[in-house]
């Protein structure tokens, strides 16, 4: 018989979804699962409810529940509770194709590796962006998969299989988002080699009251920090600098637009002060942004106009957002 794959979906107020989510993690022609749901403290009684009256119809499936602690905790629980030997992580809201993880955990075996990771579609208001990768299918050794890593090729952790080896000692930030970045940079940072599959097997289904969607607070400079973080690790021994500041810069830059579009949706001050604050990370750091041979066209071109002239650019882009918002209203989040 083929391994245990053990599939952790946290879980908050998702009711509407929960089912669908679940039905493709059971529909899938890989046999031999366990699925773990996390009730991360939902306060709807209809979702708890859910989450037990799906493990009482699916003999795979436990419903555990806790206290809020966010996704991160949320899916660390679900490790600790994991009998898999091999790991990988649903978000409630999202579904995923029915060839998902017999695909990941065939590479695995063909390649003899111990991470795979599939390709992923975003799905928003009915439109489709697929992302099949900027990659081959194919294995990537460690400097490889580093670099595409930095370049931000595959942060997500819904899109790996993970053998269970790795996670000793492995953990999400709790209480933090953009816990996927941080917890795959501790575990790729030294893995000898991983597998890619090109085809988009996961479905991130973009809801406008997800983290993406909702007002940007101050919250989400825990992606700043994270990035730091590892620029900080890159920069004392590492070939790949320019790739860790691009990541850096990047989440400045990705996050500077997004929160004054989020200012022009929802007149939101908490979202103009994180315009302010990584507006005044890039004038620092701008002598990192004309050096870094992965910032190029119009990226390099906004974040130099961010770095010398902060309220300028805030004005025109706030500007087009107000009297062209179907045109502009675009901006990354």
């Given at each position: 018989?083929?391994?245990?794959?053990?599939?952790?979906?946290?879980?908050?107020?998702?009711?509407?979804?929960?089912?669908?989510?679940?039905?493709?993690?059971?529909?899938?022609?890989?046999?031999?699962?366990?699925?773990?749901?996390?009730?991360?403290?939902?306060?709807?009684?209809?979702?708890?409810?859910?989450?037990?009256?799906?493990?009482?119809?699916?003999?795979?499936?436990?419903?555990?529940?806790?206290?809020?602690?966010?996704?991160?905790?949320?899916?660390?629980?679900?490790?600790?509770?994991?009998?898999?030997?091999?790991?990988?992580?649903?978000?409630?809201?999202?579904?995923?194709?029915?060839?998902?993880?017999?695909?990941?955990?065939?590479?695995?075996?063909?390649?003899?590796?111990?991470?795979?990771?599939?390709?992923?579609?975003?799905?928003?208001?009915?439109?489709?962006?697929?992302?099949?990768?900027?990659?081959?299918?194919?294995?990537?050794?460690?400097?490889?998969?580093?670099?595409?890593?930095?370049?931000?090729?595959?942060?997500?952790?819904?899109?790996?299989?993970?053998?269970?080896?790795?996670?000793?000692?492995?953990?999400?930030?709790?209480?933090?988002?953009?816990?996927?970045?941080?917890?795959?940079?501790?575990?790729?940072?030294?893995?000898?080699?991983?597998?890619?599959?090109?085809?988009?097997?996961?479905?991130?289904?973009?809801?406008?009251?997800?983290?993406?969607?909702?007002?940007?607070?101050?919250?989400?400079?825990?992606?700043?920090?994270?990035?730091?973080?590892?620029?900080?690790?890159?920069?004392?021994?590492?070939?790949?600098?320019?790739?860790?500041?691009?990541?850096?810069?990047?989440?400045?830059?990705?996050?500077?637009?997004?929160?004054?579009?989020?200012?022009?949706?929802?007149?939101?001050?908490?979202?103009?002060?994180?315009?302010?604050?990584?507006?005044?990370?890039?004038?620092?750091?701008?002598?990192?942004?004309?050096?870094?041979?992965?910032?190029?066209?119009?990226?390099?071109?906004?974040?130099?106009?961010?770095?010398?002239?902060?309220?300028?650019y805030k004005f025109g882009v706030l500007s087009m957002l107000h009297y062209y918002p179907e045109k502009f209203g675009h901006v990354r989040s």
């Open positions: 018989m083929d391994d245990l794959i053990s599939i952790i979906v946290p879980i908050y107020n998702t009711r509407a979804l929960l089912t669908n989510c679940v039905k493709s993690i059971i529909n899938q022609d890989y046999s031999n699962l366990e699925i773990i749901l996390v009730d991360d403290g939902s306060t709807d009684e209809q979702t708890i409810k859910l989450c037990d009256d799906l493990a009482r119809e699916y003999s795979s499936i436990s419903s555990y529940h806790k206290a809020n602690g966010g996704s991160g905790s949320a899916r660390n629980y679900g490790i600790s509770k994991a009998k898999g030997q091999f790991i990988g992580f649903v978000d409630s809201d999202d579904i995923i194709d029915p060839t998902m993880y017999s695909t990941l955990y065939n590479a695995i075996q063909k390649d003899r590796v111990k991470v795979s990771i599939c390709g992923i579609s975003t799905e928003e208001n009915g439109n489709v962006l697929l992302d099949y990768g900027r990659l081959e299918s194919g294995t990537y050794d460690n400097l490889e998969l580093m670099r595409n890593f930095l370049l931000g090729m595959w942060h997500s952790a819904c899109t790996c299989l993970y053998d269970r080896s790795l996670l000793d000692g492995a953990s999400f930030p709790e209480g933090e988002i953009n816990e996927d970045y941080l917890f795959n940079y501790r575990i790729f940072r030294n893995l000898e080699r991983l597998s890619f599959v090109k085809k988009p097997l996961y479905h991130y289904l973009r809801r406008s009251d997800s983290n993406t969607g909702s007002p940007k607070t101050l919250r989400f400079l825990d992606w700043i920090k994270h990035t730091k973080h590892v620029l900080d690790e890159m920069s004392q021994n590492s070939s790949l600098i320019q790739e860790a500041e691009y990541q850096f810069l990047n989440s400045n830059i990705v996050l500077a637009n997004s929160s004054l579009l989020s200012f022009s949706r929802f007149n939101s001050n908490e979202a103009l002060e994180l315009y302010e604050i990584v507006a005044d990370n890039l004038t620092v750091n701008r002598d990192m942004i004309k050096r870094n041979n992965y910032l190029k066209g119009r990226d390099r071109y906004l974040s130099l106009l961010m770095a010398y002239a902060p309220k300028l």
